[in-house]
T-cell receptor
Framework: QKEVEQNSGPLSVPEGAIASLNCTYS??????FFWYRQYSGKSPELIMS????GDKEDGRFTAQLNKASQYVSLLIRDSQPSDSATYLC???????????FGTGTRLKVLA | GAVVSQHPSRVICKSGTSVKIECRSL??????MFWYRQFPKQSLMLMAT?????????EQGVEKDKFLINHASLTLSTLTVTSAHPEDSSFYIC?????????FGPGTRLTVL
């Protein structure tokens, strides 16, 4: 069964620190990976997409992909209390437009 | 860009009634839309994939006669929950596909009394 796994947390970091969120996936055929942020009671919002091995940076966010080890990570620099949310990792289901979502990691940034 | 709307945002209905939820891509055309359901403190569960002009593809365990999906145009998909029961109460979220990415609508919170 194709799976995307995340630690449910909560992951607590102090304000200003780097938050590191990790995700592993089981299907080597997955080529595209996505990080979504979901605030409580709201729908997910796309933060980053990554398709190639290595790092991709966008503002305070850096996504990292290692296909050999089948993991994806998201780093949030200078964490703010407003970053407190659940972060969902998703990989594409090969041959379809569907995503396989992880269960999400809850991040708490402490002021 | 890539804005998706949903209507209504919140609905309360009596058991046995039907509820229609609309999902619109506002600034792009979406050949494929997806319908998810999310229970409290759980992750997203894909219910079905909606393709413009063709029948929806339902995930295993999702009753197609209960959750009717219509994708009549490239900007609109609808989900109708027929004969709703309290166990159908949930957060229903649609997404629209654009260039391999999915953009989510704001969700519809359904409460069935």
């Amino acid at each position: 069964q194709k799976e995307v796994e995340q630690n449910s947390g909560p992951l607590s970091v102090p304000e200003g620190a780097i938050a590191s969120l990790n995700c592993t996936y089981s299907d080597r055929g997955s080529q595209s990976f996505f990080w979504y942020r979901q605030y409580s009671g709201k729908s997910p919002e796309l933060i980053m997409s990554i398709y190639s091995n290595g790092d991709k940076e966008d503002g305070r966010f850096t996504a990292q992909l290692n296909k050999a080890s089948q993991y994806v990570s998201l780093l949030i620099r200078d964490s703010q209390p407003s970053d407190s949310a659940t972060y969902l990792c998703a990989g594409n289901n090969p041959g379809t437009y569907k995503y396989i979502f992880g269960t999400g990691t809850r991040l708490k940034v402490l002021a | 860009g890539a804005v998706v709307s949903q209507h209504p945002s919140r609905v309360i209905c009596k058991s046995g009634t039907s509820v229609k939820i609309e999902c619109r891509s506002l600034d792009f055309q979406a050949t494929t839309m997806f319908w998810y359901r999310q229970f409290p403190k759980q992750s997203l569960m894909l219910m079905a994939t909606s393709n413009e002009g063709s029948k929806a593809t339902y995930e295993q365990g999702v009753e197609k006669d209960k959750f009717l999906i219509n994708h009549a145009s490239l900007t609109l998909s609808t989900l109708t929950v027929t004969s709703a029961h309290p166990e159908d109460s949930s957060f229903y979220i649609c997404s629209a596909g654009l260039s391999n990415e999915q953009f989510f609508g704001p969700g519809t919170r359904l409460t069935v009394l």
